[in-house]
């Protein structure tokens, strides 16, 4: 005789992965036009106030208390965590500090997107430099008429003779 709750258990699982494909079924998502734009348009407009190393900026770029960055192994909960205990720090070590998105595809779904794209980062810090590339994923949340980072999770390697330059700057 079938056990009815471990029935009922298979059952909510399989509605839980079929609820995705359900939603995307009702709404398309996009990968060009305006909304895409304006998503990867985000990412380098983030990258840049990173490496103008402008605090200001990006307090008004990320969701707050429900951002969640993963570098690596590492992972920040909330702008707060990560600005103070990450990023502020870090960028107060780093001279010559470049960091440039490139690569960059967005894909949006209602008031949701995700941007993957490729990275290369470059600074000193004191006697050691950094020159990396690595891949990374934002996923970005619609408020109003604006996108703001909910998640970020990047991951680099220090760059190889086959590795692309340091991008220019946008606009440049």
Excluded: C
């Excluded at 005789?1 to 909510?12: D, G, L, V």
């Excluded at 595809?105 to 209602?110: C, D, L």
């Excluded at 891949?135 to 003779?161: D, M, N």
């Amino acid at each position: 005789m079938p056990n009815h709750s471990s029935t009922r258990a298979i059952a909510a699982a399989f509605t839980l992965l079929a609820a995705p494909a359900a939603i995307a079924a009702q709404v398309p998502t996009v990968t060009t036009g305006p909304e895409a734009e304006s998503a990867a348009r985000m990412v380098q407009i983030l990258f840049a106030a990173a490496e103008r190393g402008d605090l200001a900026a990006l307090d008004t770029l990320y969701a707050g208390d429900s951002l969640l960055v993963v570098e690596g192994a590492g992972i920040n909960r909330g702008w707060r965590d990560y600005r103070d205990n990450h990023l502020g720090p870090e960028l107060k070590e780093f001279r010559n500090f470049q960091y440039r998105p490139f690569e960059i595809e967005a894909r949006v779904v209602g008031n949701l997107a995700w941007v993957t794209f490729r990275y290369a980062i470059g600074a000193e810090i004191g006697e050691r430099k950094i020159d990396s590339v690595g891949r990374g994923i934002a996923i970005l949340e619609k408020r109003g008429t604006r996108w703001v980072v909910r998640l970020t999770q990047t991951a680099s390697r220090p760059r190889r003779a086959g590795d692309p330059p340091m991008p220019a700057r946008a606009g440049e």
